[in-house]
């Protein structure tokens, strides 16, 4: 069903999976993950605040508001495209993909969690080969930023594997705890060296004056 809102008419699909604008029934059906938990293993993947450590029900509430708060704020100087991840038409986590002065710098950043039931599939890696299709085949980015703390290694490997280049650390807190984050950069030549030809966008074009991104 077409929606009325271009960003959630988005979709991109790999020959694994897809990415599809996250409308309230997608999100309706991603609750009992968010319910199961998804941050609970060590080392804990996410800095603060996150809806993620709250306890259930607060959990998905704040979840479910922060994302439709975001939705809300939209603007070229600061956007946020929030995706659920479907496999064989199942929601199992979210891609987004985030830009702020996009318009004059050309940069994005990402964010993705998975069930941990789908985790160290390689869906990981695909979605955020999707996302960075995304970025920079259908909106025309020049650089994509990345970051995660320092002992996540499966974030980190991703980024290592897609070609992004290590670019500083910072500091911040997961649960009150100080801990070393791992910035990343990947520039849009080091990612057409690696592009591929099996991803497949849809809705865009409808997308991007909803950005204030002119035609490329």
Known sequence: MAHTYPPL????????????????????????????????AEPLPFDDPISF????????????????AGRGRVSP?????????????????????????FTRFGTVSSFSWL??????????????????????????????????????????????????????TDWDTRRGEAARIQQWRLTREAWECRRRDDIELAGVEECRPVLGIAEP
Do not use: C, K
């Not at 306890?55 to 508001?65: A, K, T």
């Not at 100087?77 to 830009?99: H, K, N, T």
């Open 9 to 40: 008419n988005v979709e991109v699909r790999t020959p694994r999976l897809a990415l599809a604008g996250a409308s309230d029934e997608l999100l309706e059906r991603l609750v009992p993950v968010v319910r199961a938990g998804i941050a609970d």
């Open 53 to 68: 450590y709250a306890d259930s029900p607060e959990r998905e509430w704040r979840w479910l508001r922060g994302i439709w």
């Open 77 to 101: 100087d600061a956007w946020r495209l929030y995706f659920a991840v479907l496999v064989d038409g199942e929601p199992i986590g979210m891609q987004d993909l985030i830009g702020r002065d």
């Open 115 to 168: 069930a941990p039931a789908r985790r160290g599939q390689g869906l990981g890696t695909e979605m955020r080969a999707a996302i960075l299709h995304l970025a920079f085949a259908g909106l025309g980015a020049r650089e994509a930023g990345s970051d995660a703390f320092v002992d996540n290694e499966a974030s980190n490997r991703i980024s290592r594997g897609l070609g992004y280049e290590p670019n500083g």
